[in-house]
């Protein structure tokens, strides 16, 4: 997953000690995710029989991966009877090269693009570009960001981050608008976009757009939006080509249907989205738009693998909805961009550990207080803090964890050795017990002193078994009679 | 009826007080508390740096501790959750397998077990203060915490905005993202401070020191806000009742 | 590699992944009964679409639903129209909107000819009372443009046409597939588009703005005798 920035997931831990210290992102951060976890609260809370309809959409995900080679099949002979191109990418630079490739044999000199995080993965646009080709982003989010250089900071709104000001100085210079105002409204700032946009996808060769559910019975490939970019980039380019990660896939429009019932209240709280396109194939003889040439790529990238992990596949469960984002105190602190990749929070750091080199990814596990918030939340039921645990067991396993080391280990040294652990503690306790020093030794983890900086810590007292000892003797009774 | 009293590592040697005000508030309940020596760690921090051997070592520790049929209770619900995690630890059809679910299956975080006794939640215990309780994500939801303190008799318990969202501790998160764990922190401190409290309160030690700790740096002008466990609490609040009632002062 | 290859070796090891870890899919609990559609059905299904901004307005006669599309046509000061070109029985759409141009003739550059266009007007297969949401789907004379790209998106739907929610959607795509097909039934129609609400955005700012890309204005007439 290349960024066209600098945050690159190995800096996670860095990036987000910097992130914490920006108020600014603090403050845009705390108003979007109460303001997602609310309009999702009232829609879950209005929700007739809310959990049965969880359980059959996380049925209708695991019935998908336990079937999946089978299904990926039937999706390809029904998908090709309906006209469409189906095409298999190992990694990203296959896809690449089978999109670079599509575009090239249509002569596409304009592209436009509906947000997919899977393109963003497979760092398709600098590809096209490379060819000559123009790559719009045509949601507004990712549009904002793409003008701005910079990658999404939220699955379901990339350009978070961007104060009104931001966006109107942006398009002032991007889109070389000399007269825009600092002071333009959002209304206003939109209508520029949409008029901008429009000029494109009239004039787009290809449309591009990820897949949020391919139905294997059918051949169909289903896509939720709210703004009508991606039905734009499906209905007016001649050519679309439909991206998809091989786990996308739904065994039955009954599946599908149970999906919709619940993403697009998981995801923004509305009972459905502004547009759902069901489309199986290119147009039929007699319809006026509508692509002409219909392509679907189905990419593994690294999922084949996960899906062979018992434990660790449930990440392959996720829809993308984004509500253990919003839910998680951690990603509501740093934000997207900390995490330097284009998945972020609690399934973010799952899937980039799943999907990335390790040694690229060490801190990503660690970044969590295993509070549980994103596993109260999430619809799936996908319990993200055990498969953080695991990542983190696996990390040790194969030698590349670091830092939890020392303090660690010493500690679960001294616990199952008692006495070593009582003179230790005893130790501490007789040359400094109100933990001024021992928490800035040198070697220590740099951590521990800020921790005892900014928290007064508990001094080292008497043990409590000694207390209830000398307390049971002055009671002069050795045990409590019980009822 | 008798529990075998389990104390976290934390509580054993710089909160003892909270591990005295269990044993006194069980025992002026009519438990017998015997407190297993040796006791040193549940194992959750070699857990949760993924050192699965060295938490199955201290886990079988535990396992010979606790072993019996007696409840274990435990005042903190990041350990209880750790004993419950323990059949995790070893392959099913094991012995230590079977013994781990059987500890797993008695073992009870110490706000739930008094909910439990009889003559809950209301023990006539009694205490004039304004408590702002923290719920600690490590205890899953539960509201015993919360149905046990609102039994006090002129206790205000006063609940945050957010009230299970993280305070930001995570054990070795606090050491290996500072900054985050120090806004979350933050975050949490003002919304308890919001409430204008005598006490915090909460039925989880590290939170306790995480957030205590932070308040007591902090300073409050004119009226410190003093942390206590809810054991704590609840000790002070039984002893009010026999003189005649306690206001805090 | 060829491509082939790359499609055997996928298949192979996501087949190799599950041999060695089956993954069991305990049976769901059953679907919740919808709700079914009452004598109440347009009062319901207004309530649902207030939120949404789209007014719905009731028609018991053909002409009363011209007189509706005419209304709506002036409120939005429409002067371009275009439409699908089946409208219901006894329905003079042209005679209602005289005063406007129709578009027709769309063919080759469909979505250029639309984007001049102020009003698109079509007739919904179906409608769904739980989201309020609109089935349309495409085909010769049933342009996906129509309802896209102009600023002003009219829909009729008859009362034959409302359904529960979503889940009806399985069985009412499989009634319209293509007899030629190979499909249980036939082939799927290329394009079905579930429309709720009008095109809308928060990305700056979460502040809500309609009419990004799609229509700004959708208006819902009722045909109640159809």
């Not at chain 1, 403050?27 to 309009?39: G, P």
């Not at chain 1, 825009?180 to 209304?187: C, E, M, T, V």
């Amino acid at each position: 997953m290349v960024l066209s920035s600098s945050f690159t997931p190995r800096n996670f831990r860095e990036q987000s000690e910097k992130a914490s210290h920006d108020a600014r992102l603090r403050a845009v951060l705390d108003h979007a995710t109460r303001y997602f976890m609310a309009k999702r609260g009232a829609a879950l809370d209005a929700f007739a029989d809310c959990e049965v309809h969880f359980a059959r959409a996380r049925s209708a995900r695991l019935t998908a991966l336990s079937r999946l080679p089978e299904l990926l099949e039937q999706l390809e002979q029904s998908a090709t009877r309906a006209g469409t191109q189906v095409h298999w990418a190992t990694d990203a630079a296959q896809a690449r090269e089978i999109i670079t490739g599509i575009a090239q044999g249509c002569g596409a000199q304009v592209v436009v693009k509906g947000k997919s995080m899977i393109t963003e993965e497979i760092a398709l646009n600098p590809a096209l570009q490379a060819n000559g080709t123009e790559v719009w982003e045509t949601d507004l989010g990712e549009f904002i960001v793409q003008l701005a250089g910079e990658p999404p900071s939220h699955i379901i709104a990339p350009a978070i981050h961007k104060s009104r000001a931001d966006v109107a100085a942006l398009f002032r210079e991007k889109l070389g608008l000399a007269d825009l105002d600092d002071g333009a409204s959002i209304p206003e700032l939109t209508l520029l976009a949409r008029q901008a946009l429009r000029e494109k996808f009239l004039a787009a060769d290809l449309g591009v757009t990820g897949v949020n559910i391919a139905v294997a019975e059918t051949g169909s490939v289903i896509l939720v939006e709210n703004e009508g970019n991606i039905r734009m980039s499906t209905t007016c380019p001649p050519v679309h080509v439909a991206v998809m990660s091989l786990e996308k896939v739904a065994a039955s429009l009954e599946d599908a249907a149970d999906i919709l019932r619940v993403l697009p209240r998981s995801a923004t709280g509305q009972k459905m989205s502004s547009y759902v396109s069901v489309l199986t194939g290119p147009r039929r003889v007699g319809e006026a738009d509508g692509a002409r040439e219909s392509h679907l790529v189905i990419l593994d990238n690294g999922r084949s693998a996960v899906l062979a992990d018992p434990l660790l596949r449930e990440a392959l469960l996720c829809f993308r909805c984004g509500a253990c984002l919003n839910s998680c105190p951690v990603y509501q602190t740093i934000g997207g961009h900390a995490y330097g990749s284009v998945y972020s929070g609690p399934i973010g750091a799952l899937l980039s550990s799943l999907l990335l080199p390790p040694e690229d990814t060490r801190d990503l596990p660690f970044g969590c207080t295993l509070c549980g918030a994103c596993k109260r939340t999430c619809p799936l039921g996908i319990d993200h803090p055990k498969l953080l645990l695991r990542l983190r067991e696996r990390g040790l396993e194969s030698g590349r964890a670091d830092s939890p080391g020392f303090a660690s280990a010493a500690h679960t040294f001294l616990s199952l050795h008692p006495l070593a652990y009582r003179l230790a503690v005893g130790a501490a306790r007789a040359v400094d017990p109100n933990l001024d020093l021992l928490p800035r030794l040198p070697g220590l983890p740099s951590g521990l002193a800020n921790f005892a900086d900014t928290r007064q810590l508990p001094e080292l007292k008497r043990p409590f078994s000694a207390q209830l000892r000398d307390n049971r003797k002055k009671q002069g009774r050795k045990k409590q009679g019980g009822a | 009826m008798r529990i075998k009293l389990m104390i976290p590592c934390l509580v054993e040697d710089c909160l003892p007080e909270i591990g005295l005000a269990v044993v006194s508030v069980l025992e002026r309940l009519g438990v017998g508390v015997d407190h297993p020596q040796g006791q040193t760690c549940c194992g959750q921090m070699a857990f949760k740096t993924g050192d699965a051997a060295g938490a199955r070592a201290q886990a079988l520790r535990s396992l010979d501790l606790f072993a019996g049929t007696d409840p274990v209770v435990c005042p903190s619900g990041s350990c209880t959750k750790m004993l419950r995690t323990y059949p995790e630890l070893f392959p099913p059809g094991t012995p230590d397998h079977a013994r781990a679910l059987n500890l797993a299956g008695r073992v009870f975080e110490f706000c739930a077990f008094v909910l439990a006794l009889p003559g809950a939640p209301d023990f006539g215990a009694q205490l004039n203060a304004r408590a702002a309780l923290h719920r600690s994500c490590q205890l899953d939801g539960s509201e015993a915490p919360q149905k046990l303190l609102s039994a006090v008799r002129g206790l205000t318990l006063l609940e945050p905005e957010r009230p299970e969202r993280c305070c930001g501790f995570g054990g070795l998160f606090s050491l290996q993202f500072p900054a985050v764990s120090e806004s979350l922190l933050e975050d949490k401190a003002h919304e308890l401070l919001a409430l204008d409290p005598d006490i915090l309160v909460s039925a989880e030690p590290s939170c306790l020191m995480n957030i205590g700790g932070y308040l007591a740096r902090l300073g409050r002008a004119g009226r410190p806000v003093r942390a206590l466990h809810a054991a704590q609490l609840l000790d002070l609040a039984l002893k009010g009742a026999l003189t005649g009632g306690a206001s805090w002062s | 590699m060829s491509r082939d290859h790359v499609r055997q070796n996928i298949l192979a090891a996501l087949r190799a992944g599950l041999a060695a870890a089956p993954l069991c899919v305990p049976a769901p609990p059953a679907r919740p009964a919808s709700l079914p559609v009452g004598p109440d059905a347009w009062t319901v299904l207004a309530e649902v679409l207030a939120p949404l901004d789209v007014r719905l307005r009731l028609a018991t006669t053909p002409a009363e639903a011209a007189q509706h599309v005419a209304d709506i046509a002036r409120e939005r000061g429409a002067q371009r129209y275009a439409r699908w070109s089946e409208m219901p029985a006894g329905l003079d759409m042209d005679d209602a909107l005289a005063g406007l141009t129709r578009v027709t003739n769309i063919g080759a550059g469909c979505c250029q000819a639309l984007a001049q266009v102020d009003l698109g007007l079509t007739l919904a297969q179906a409608a769904l009372m739980d989201s309020g949401s609109l089935v349309l789907i495409a085909g010769p004379g049933r342009e996906r443009a129509v309802s896209l790209l102009p600023p002003t998106h009219v829909c009729l739907v008859p009362r034959r046409a409302l359904l529960p929610d979503v889940s009806a959607l399985p069985e009412l795509l499989r009634a319209h597939a293509d007899a030629t097909g190979q499909f249980p039934g036939g082939q799927l129609p290329s394009c079905l588009n579930l429309v709720t609400g009008p095109s809308s955005t928060a990305d700056i700012e979460l502040v809500l703005v309609r009419g990004v890309h799609g229509p700004g204005a959708l208006d819902i007439v009722g045909l109640d005798w159809a």
